[in-house]
C-alpha cells in the first residue's frame, strides 16, 4: 500500500500537490470560487456576525490560517477555539454564529461535542472534514469536504495542506455571497489557488534532499524552536507539533513578536530555531520585523534556518541555512512554508530510527473526550 515509499507519512507529504488540486477541483466557476455543497447555503454566511473555527490539534492551526482569509476576504470577525475548550465555559454564541469545525477523520470526541454543544445553542454549523459521511459532517448544517484521500500516517500532512485550501475557498465563496470581495480579487486569489499544486511540487523537488541532509546533522539535538508571524504563526506552531509527534524532540513555536516578552531568554549558544519569514512583496513592515527578530537570536548564538521565498536576499547574512519557497500570496504561502517542516521532521525521526507512521502514544483519531 505504501507504493515503493519508506513511510504512508512520505507517500502523503508527496501526494500534497495531489490533495491541494483535488480539493480545488470543480470549485471554480468562471473565474470565481463556487462551492457546490454550499448551493442554496447562501443564508449560512448572510447575517453572520461572528464566525468560531473549532478543532484540535493539526486542524487547529489550518484554522488559524483560516481566520486570516474568513476575515480578509468575508469581512466577519474570525475567533480560533480550541474544541476541548469551547463547551467548558460560557461562550457568546446564537443564530448569527457560524461555528466551522475542521477535522480530518471527522470522529475526533472533542471536536464532535463541540459541534453538538454549538447546534444545541442554536448557531449555523459548517464542517471540513475528509471523510466521507463520517459523524462530524452528519451532525453538521453543511460540509466541504476535502479531497486529500485517505491518510494513514498518524501525524496529518496532507490533510492538513487540503484542510487550508478549503479554508481559503470557503472565505472566497463566503466573500462573494455577502459581497465583501470585490471580482478582480477573486479571480486573482482563484489564479494564486491554481498555481499552487505546481508550487507545492518544486518545494518537494528543490528542497527535499536539502532538508533530510539537515535533519540528518542534528538526529542529536534536543529542543528546536519556530517563529512565525501572520499567517507564519500557525505554521511556526505545526512544525514544532510536527516535531514532538514524530520525533519526540521538545519543540516549541512562537508568534515572532513574542520573543522579547520572553522566549528570547531560551536562546543559547547552538539553539536551532527555523525562522518562516513573510514575503517583503506582501509587506515591507512585517519582513523587516522577522529580519531583525532574525538578527536578535543569531547575536544570541541561535543556528538561524531560515524559510524565505526566492529572492530575498535580505536573510542571507544572517542565516545558517536558507530554505526556498516559490513566491506566493500572502495568505497563500503557508501551504508552501510547511512543507520543509513536515519533511524536517520526518527526515529526524528517521535519523533517529523511529517509526514515523506508527508514533508511541498517539492515535490517529481520537475518539474519546
Ligand atoms: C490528533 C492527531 O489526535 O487529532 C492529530 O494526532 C490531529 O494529528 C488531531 O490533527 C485532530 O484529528 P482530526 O481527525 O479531527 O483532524
Known amino acids: 500500500e505504501k507504493g515503493g515509499w519508506p513511510s504512508f507519512m512520505a507517500k502523503e507529504v508527496a501526494e500534497e500537490p ?6 480545488i477541483r470543480g470549485r471554480v466557476r468562471d473565474g470565481a470560487v463556487v462551492i ?20 484540535c490539534g493539526t486542524a487547529s492551526y489550518a484554522g488559524m490560517v483560516g481566520k486570516y482569509a474568513l ?7 474570525v475567533d480560533v477555539e480550541l474544541a476541548h475548550e469551547f463547551r467548558y465555559r460560557d461562550p457568546v454564541i446564537g443564530e448569527n454564529t457560524l461555528v466551522v469545525s475542521i477535522s480530518q477523520s471527522g470522529e475526533t470526541m472533542d471536536t464532535l461535542m463541540a459541534v453538538k454543544y454549538a447546534r444545541e ?24 469536504y476535502t479531497h486529500a484521500g485517505p491518510e494513514v500516517a498518524v501525524a496529518s500532512t496532507k490533510a492538513f495542506v ?29 489564479a494564486e489557488l491554481d498555481a499552487l499544486p505546481a508550487k507545492i511540487a518544486e518545494v518537494l ?10 535533519a540528518g546533522w542534528m538526529a542529536d539535538t534536543r529542543s528546536v524552536l519556530f517563529l512565525g508571524r501572520h499567517v507564519g504563526y500557525p505554521i511556526a506552531l505545526e512544525g514544532a507539533l510536527k516535531l514532538k509527534e514524530i520525533s519526540y524532540i521538545h519543540a516549541e513555536g512562537f508568534a515572532a513578536g513574542e520573543l522579547k516578552h520572553g522566549p528570547i531568554a531560551l ?20 519582513h523587516a520585523k522577522v529580519v531583525s527578530n532574525i538578527q536578535e537570536i543569531r547575536a544570541r ?16 547574512p544572517f542565516a545558517d541555512e536558507v530554505i526556498r519557497i516559490p513566491l506566493a500570496g500572502a495568505l497563500f504561502e503557508p501551504l508552501l512554508a510547511v512543507v520543509p517542516l513536515q519533511i524536517f521532521a520526518m527526515a529526524l525521526a528517521t535519523a533517529k530510527g523511529l517509526d514515523v507512521d506508527q508514533p508511541r502514544n498517539l492515535a490517529k483519531s481520537v475518539t474519546v473526550e
Not at 442554536?122 to 459523524?135: D, E, F, K, P
Not at 543559547?268 to 513592515?285: D, I, K, N, W
Open 267 to 286: 536562546i543559547e549558544p547552538g539553539q536551532p530555531v527555523f525562522v518562516l519569514v513573510p514575503s517583503p512583496r506582501h509587506s515591507a513592515l512585517l
Open 301 to 316: 548564538g541561535a543556528r538561524v534556518i531560515v524559510i524565505a521565498e526566492e529572492g530575498d536576499a535580505a536573510v542571507l
Open 36 to 55: 457546490p455543497e454550499l448551493d442554496g447555503s447562501d443564508d449560512l454566511f448572510r447575517g453572520v456576525d461572528r464566525i468560531i473555527i473549532t478543532a
Open 162 to 190: 487540503a484542510q487550508i485550501t478549503a479554508l481559503l475557498l470557503l472565505g472566497l465563496h463566503a466573500g462573494r455571497v455577502r459581497g465583501t470581495l470585490s471580482a478582480a480579487d477573486g479571480a486573482a486569489a482563484v
Open 121 to 144: 445553542r442554536g448557531a449555523r454549523t459548517l464542517s471540513i472534514c475528509n471523510t466521507q459521511g463520517a459523524t462530524i459532517p452528519r451532525e453538521s448544517d453543511a460540509v466541504v
Open 71 to 77: 476575515e480578509q476576504w468575508a469581512r466577519v470577525p
Open 18 to 23: 495531489d490533495a491541494v488540486a483535488n480539493t
Open 205 to 214: 523537488a528543490e528542497e527535499q534532499a536539502h532538508v533530510t541532509q539537515l
